[in-house]
């Protein structure tokens, strides 16, 4: 059981440049998360989806965007990257709306250093 | 936007001594969540606690979900070295589809 798998754990961008974070998840969850860490800090929530089709901003949505076209799938998209980007980015799922049976699960993070 | 104040920020101890930390938020939450995260891993949920006043446990480590419902306090017995991580609190606000997390206390066991 893959759980929450994260790619690529690492990447260097140059500014302006821009890419695509790839989360997908194997437990059939219909609620995912993007979130932000920065160093010595907590995660601060971007983007959520609670569903196929349905995605909504979070705390800090600014120069991202996703999209939920599969209820496996919830890739994070930096158009135009920028060194304030410069943060690991967690994905995680939960299968329920009540926070009782649902846990949020992560993924293992993905490094981004914007330079 | 919503913060959780998580303390202390960091801990240097002994291994075998007990830990305390806490976290604070100036809203009510209904849930508490514990999260510890190693090193290069994603955060992993510890204990979880639903109801004010709860007192839960999960091997050497215990969580209470403060009466106010605006804390909650983790504890650590007999500390040991893989305990060394960062250590988290988190809550849902208002609607579950939105996870607030503390900023972490980062815990150091000494062998």
């Known amino acids: 059981n893959a759980g929450v798998t994260q790619t690529p754990k690492f990447r260097i961008l140059k500014i302006g440049q821009s890419m695509t974070l790839q989360c997908t998840q194997d437990?059939?969850?219909?609620?995912m998360y993007w979130y932000r860490q920065d160093p010595g800090m907590g995660l601060k929530l971007i983007y959520y989806s609670v569903g196929a089709g349905i995605t909504d901003k979070g705390e800090v949505p600014n120069g991202y965007n996703v999209s939920r076209s599969t209820t496996e799938d919830f890739p994070l998209r930096l158009e135009l990257a920028a060194p304030s980007q410069t943060s690991v980015y967690f994905c995680?799922?939960?299968?329920?709306?009540?926070?009782?049976?649902?846990?949020?699960?992560f993924g293992n993070g993905t490094r981004l250093t914007v330079t | 936007g919503q913060q959780l104040n998580q303390s202390p920020q960091s801990m240097f101890i002994q291994e075998g001594e007990d830990v305390s930390m806490n976290c604070t938020s100036s809203s009510i939450f209904n849930t508490w969540l514990w999260y510890k995260q190693d090193p290069g891993e994603g955060p992993v949920l510890l204990i979880a606690?639903?109801?004010?006043?709860e007192l839960t446990s999960n091997g050497r480590l215990t969580a209470q979900f403060g009466i106010t419902r605006k804390d909650s306090f983790l504890n650590i017995s007999a500390s040991i070295p893989s305990d060394v991580g960062i250590y988290f609190c988190a809550g849902p606000l208002y609607n579950f589809n939105k996870f607030y997390f503390g900023s972490g206390t980062k815990l150091n066991v000494k062998p």
């Open positions: 995680a799922s939960s299968p329920y709306r009540d926070a009782a049976d649902s846990p949020l699960h």
């Open positions: 437990m059939n969850h219909n609620y």
């Open positions: 606690l639903y109801k004010a006043g």
